[in-house]
């Protein structure tokens, strides 16, 4: 079965409208689409021109402000030199594919933690405290029988 393409207005008062769910929704809204992996196009709500990529560099643009950034500015500079330039075609699909090895790489590196570790990171920091725990009961009963030694004669005799 194919998969529709959920369908987003945009009006010119800068509102979008999600025709899916019938109701107005936000910048952030249409970002958790993108996080969900939900398909989806905006489209200019008069003319019906695709806007899908002003809105999603919109977004990209609002979050670069926010926090630390991703994008540096030498990075951004190098990109907008790419424009006009005979290897431009190129360069969109090389980034595509330097993102999927990245994030190909990432899924194998955390797969193979998970592997090597058999646990959550909660899970670890779980049974590190509780080993820690039993090495400080240990210690503490070391120190109290070794105590009880010192108070007892070597003759196995109380003092008395």
Do not use: C
Not at 10 to 22: A, F, G, H, V
């Amino acid at each position: 079965m194919a998969q529709t393409i959920r369908t987003i207005k945009k009006y010119p008062n800068r509102r979008l409208y999600d025709t899916e769910i019938s109701s107005y929704i936000t910048l952030e809204e249409v970002r958790q689409l993108v996080l969900d992996g939900e398909t989806f196009e905006v489209r200019d709500a008069k003319s019906g021109e695709d806007l899908t990529r002003s809105v999603l560099l919109q977004i990209i643009s609002e979050h670069e402000e926010k926090g630390q950034p991703m994008l540096s500015p030498q990075l951004l500079s190098q990109i907008i030199r790419f424009y006009g330039d005979s290897l431009q075609g190129f360069m969109g699909p090389y980034l595509e594919r330097s993102l999927q090895v990245f994030l190909d790489q990432q899924q194998q590196f955390r797969t193979q933690l998970n592997s090597l570790l058999g646990q959550t990171p909660w899970s670890m920091l779980n049974e590190l405290t509780e080993r820690n725990m039993e090495a400080w009961r240990n210690m503490q009963r070391g120190l109290i029988d070794s105590a009880a030694q010192a108070q007892t004669p070597r003759g196995g005799k109380k003092p008395g």
